[in-house]
């Protein structure tokens, strides 16, 4: 199987400082994989390198076998911290509809383009279902609570069935059981559709059930493999060149004590 | 002329429509509400009230600077407006990464250099251009055809300009940081939309004035926002609202002699108080 992501001693500058370099990475279809790492480590950028959004500056990248930017109606991507306050009024399901056909140029007009219009209706009806978005999916989605506004978010980046699915932070701002529920669906996109799964958290733990890789981005480099390869004392400790200890908590989580927060760089 | 209002609408609507001064008014203010309800529907969905009213604002300096150079009236509008949609969209980098308090003092900056130059223009003219009042607030007599024609050139531009970017532009409105990831250019469309809503604005605020112009574009589509959240039906009663409006105003104007800009803006007001308080009724 030819690999879905495929980075070779990647580097990516912003402006003068380089957020991180000499980078190799392979991430197979249908795996689940999770970026992990500090703030401002570069998780974000990673993800707008694989969009096209940000160049490399050293090294070579290919998305789907294609440079990255050339293959984006096979992505679905969900961009960090976004939510909709009261005052929008416009239905989940318009938002949704977006992730397909919210490039097009015109305007929709009632009671044209019939054939079209139904089979687009029938896939955000499926997807809705899917990601069990259906009763509030015609509720203005700025009265939706974060959690569901999060599963209509993911089910706008899986509307145009996507095979590689970017999701930035999407458990950020979201509590425990909501954190678990969406890491499950994401983890059941991977399994059940084969889509490529590329979810970029703070914590491991509500992961860890599901992760075939993770990728640590920390001290301008990058580290690649199975969590119980790469989430260990030594591996931290040597990546962040710093002392890390990882602890293993009898119910199975795990704790990364003493990582220094990156403030050399920042993300976006 | 003395209007009497018999609350037969039949013959009612046929002492309106023998005089042609009031023909032309509800043309225009048909065309101004077809219109406007449309852009405004975007307006309230980017958040660009302010905006909106600035530009409005900018027919001021364009109607006295066009009468000292002596050019035509027209042409002040559409040059200042114009060109303070581009001071805006420039100046506050519209659809860059956005900082809402940088825009917000780029736009009142704009509008009081214009307010300040559109007085300097006035004092230097010195001779007789029509009334600050009607400026302001509009008139519904003396609309000549002309007139008409050309709202109806610019409204049908507006129109199809609109339609022709509809769905990107409600991408990058309402979804910026995904639209642009999907490749949406929403900067260009930042800046078109702005562009956009200038030409619109300054060809309503010749026939409206410059403060009705805002209740005539905002206000019907931040009522039908209220009321609906499915897309089409509530540009629909945008549209349907703001020709309510406008028919109304003039009528009412017309029978009891009271101001047209009153009526517009207290039916309009009453309008989306009503629509709100339902929201928040029906929770």
Redesign the interface.
Known sequence: MSAVVALRDAAVAHGEATVWSGVDLDLAAGEFVGVLGPNGAGKSTFLAVL?G?LRLSAGSASVLGAAPGER?ELIG????R?S?DES????GR??VA??L????????L?LLGGRRRAEVRARIDAVLEDVGAVAYAD??IGECSGGEQQRLLIA?ALVRSPALLLLDEPLESLDLPNQASVSALAARFCREHGITVVLVAHDVNPLLPYLDRVVYFAGGRAVAGTPGQVITTATLSALYGAGVEVLARSDGRLVVVGQPDMHTHHGH | MNPSFSANPITDLNELLQYPFMVNALAAATIVALVGALIGWFVVLRRESFVCHTLSVMSFPGASGAALAGLPLASGYFAFALAGALAIAFGSRAGARRSLSHESAVVGSVGAAALALGFLFLSLYGGVLESVETLLFGSSVGITVGQVRTLAVVGLLAATALAAIGRPLFYASIDEQAARADGVPVRALAIAFLVLLGLAVAAIAQIVGVLLTFALLVAPAATAQQLTSRIGLSLALAVALALVEAWAALTLSYFTNLSLGFYVTSIALALYAIARAARELRR
């Open positions: 969009l959004l984006r991507y969900l961009p960090q976004r909709f929008v009024r416009v239905r318009d938002i977006l992730g056909e919210g490039t097009r140029w015109g305007t929709p009632p509720r203005p706008q």
